[in-house]
């Protein structure tokens, strides 16, 4: 594994890391930045590391943003949220990474384009990192994820609105059969 951390203190928030990518044998040999600041609009964002050097290269690198707070929330702190919780959202976010491993670089950017303006893409690619998450056998975690998101008082109801409107619901999450992907439809 090819892991940098950057700004991340807490050994808990690294074990859980390591933990969470130990099973993603396919990203092993691509360099992953962990990364942690302050963000507003979300806890976690996995993005490709995409310059003018390897847009036409193939060469892949990685970044998960990570932010110190939950969501909005001003006082839940990430690691401070229950272990199996940190490493369903890891599972999660380093699913995303499985799936940008097909495309190019070049091919990232039409796809960072469609998830800004598609609703529909959007539940696609995240539907798409919590299955593969599910099948490198993450699936009580990705459970637990929700389930802490869901139903905790300090995590406000617009992040709640999106993990409801974009993600698997915890039914399908329950329904999956872990060796054959399932067949979802979008409801729109
Ligand atoms: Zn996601």
């Not at 992040?159 to 059969?177: G, H, P």
Request: hydrophobic letters at 35%; proline letters at 3%; charged letters at 25%.
């Amino acid at each position: 594994m090819k892991v940098n951390f950057e700004k991340v203190k807490s050994d808990k928030i690294k074990n859980s890391f390591l933990e969470a990518l130990s099973k993603f044998e396919d990203l092993h040999e691509y360099p992953i930045t962990l990364y942690q600041k302050r963000v507003k609009s979300s806890t976690m964002q996995a993005q490709p590391i995409i310059s003018l050097k390897n847009i036409f290269s193939g060469v892949k690198r990685y970044r998960i943003k990570l932010g110190v707070y939950v969501s909005s929330s001003e006082r839940l702190k990430i690691e401070e949220v229950p272990q199996k919780v940190m490493t369903g959202w890891f599972a999660h976010e380093l699913g995303h990474l499985i799936d940008y491993l097909s495309y190019s670089n070049f091919g990232m950017i039409k796809y960072g384009l469609q998830y800004v303006l598609s609703n529909s893409f959007k539940i696609k690619a995240e539907h798409e990192a919590d299955y593969i998450a599910i099948k490198k056998g993450f699936r009580d975690e990705i459970i637990a994820t929700k389930e802490w998101v869901l139903n905790h008082d300090l995590v406000g109801q617009r992040y709640k609105d999106r993990l409801n409107k974009y993600y698997l619901s915890i039914e399908q999450v329950e329904l999956c059969n872990v060796n054959e992907p399932p067949f979802v439809p979008i409801i729109e």
